[in-house]
Each structure stands twice: as C-alpha cells, then as structure tokens.
C-alpha cells in the first residue's frame, strides 16, 4: 500500500502529513463530534445532546476523548440539574438553584486503560459559583466492539430552565 496524503498535496509549505503504509486515520487526533444546535429544556427529564462514539475509536490504552458541552441556566430559583453519562453509567450529576442567568461549561476528558476499561474525569465551570471535578471509572465495556454514547440531560422544574448551546468532541490516539 503506497503513503498518501492527509492534509494537503504540498509538503514544501508543511501542510501535509504523511502516514506510512497500512495507517488508518484511527491513529490520528480527529473530531468525533460537533453540535451547534440550541435545545431548551422542555420536561423532566429532556436529553440535551447525544454523541455516538463508535466502536474501535478509543484504539490503545491512553486513548483520550475530549468533550466539552456549553450552554445557558435561566435567571429563576428553579432547581435543576445536569445529568453527563457515558456507555449508560453516570459520570457527572449535579444540582444547580441559582437565580440569575449563567453560563455553564462542562469539560469531560474520557481515557482509555484497557479494551474493557475507561476513566473519566468531569469539570463544571459556572462563573461565580464554583468549578467542581468528578471522577468516575467504568469497566466491563467492549471498547472494540460496541459503539457507546455519551449523554447529557437537564432535569428541572419548568420548560428552558436549561438551554443547550453546543458541544465539541475529539479523539487522541494513545502510545
């Protein structure tokens, strides 16, 4: 199997990345996922944003997916909550009553230790409140086979307590 390019088709300005033969672009940092669509809340509880992680992405131990979710709490004292899961186990809840409007910003960093294992490590940002880390490890997954999702939902007393704004995703090989 000949070399072939990735990025671009002039290596004399830097723009190209060559993989040797037999590669795939499993073995290169890469977007998994990037949503920019708003989602209000409208019940309890309301899935804001669901990203699919195929199977076989996180390919060796150190594999990393990075995620990051943004968006908007609405100027109330209604009680509400955020809700992050990954292959169906929680890994981020927390309960929020602020009263004025606020952003928020969820960093979510998953690693790969093993084809069966994985470590996530969850932070909140909300400005003037407080940044709060989780961490949480998940075994028993097929990481070659199974496709897994990662899922985050708003629970809250009334319609557009919590507005979705968009969300990031990348993946970076392991060694």
Same mark, same amino acid.
């Given at each position: 199997?000949?070399? =072939?390019?990735?990025?671009? +088709?002039?290596?004399? *300005?830097?723009?190209?990345?060559? /993989?040797?033969?037999?590669?795939? /672009?499993?073995?290169?940092? @890469? ?8 989602? !209000? ?11 699919? #992680? !195929?199977?076989?992405? /996180?390919?060796?131990? %150190? ?6 979710? &943004? %968006? ?7 009680? @509400?909550?955020?809700?992050? *899961?990954?292959? %169906? ?6 309960? =929020? ?5 606020? $952003?928020?910003?969820?960093?979510? $960093?998953? #690693? @790969? ?7 996530? &490590?969850?932070? #909140? ?9 989780? =961490?949480?490890? #998940?075994?028993?997954? +097929? ?8 899922? /985050?939902?708003?629970?809250? $007393? ?10 990031? %995703?990348? =993946?970076?090989?392991?060694?």
């Amino acid at each position: 199997m000949a070399e =072939y390019d990735l990025v671009g +088709n002039n290596p004399a *300005k830097g723009n190209t990345r060559v /993989l040797p033969s037999g590669a795939t /672009l499993k073995l290169l940092t @890469r977007a998994l996922f990037d949503d920019e669509a708003d989602v !209000a809340s409208s019940g309890s509880p309301t899935v804001l944003a669901t990203n699919s #992680i !195929a199977a076989d992405t /996180l390919i060796s131990n %150190g594999g990393t997916i990075h995620a990051r979710y &943004f %968006g908007i709490m609405a100027a109330n004292a209604n009680e @509400r909550s955020l809700t992050l *899961k990954f292959a %169906g186990t929680t890994i981020f809840n927390q309960l =929020y009553d602020e009263t004025t409007q606020i $952003t928020w910003a969820i960093d979510c $960093t998953i #690693i @790969r230790e093993s084809s069966s294992a994985v470590k996530c &490590f969850v932070t #909140i940002m909300i400005p003037a409140v407080y940044p709060l880390m989780t =961490y949480t490890r #998940i075994t028993s997954l +097929n990481l070659t086979s199974n496709a897994y999702n990662l899922e /985050l939902t708003a629970d809250q $007393t009334s319609n557009a307590d919590v507005t979705f704004k968009f969300s990031k %995703g990348t =993946y970076t090989p392991g060694i």
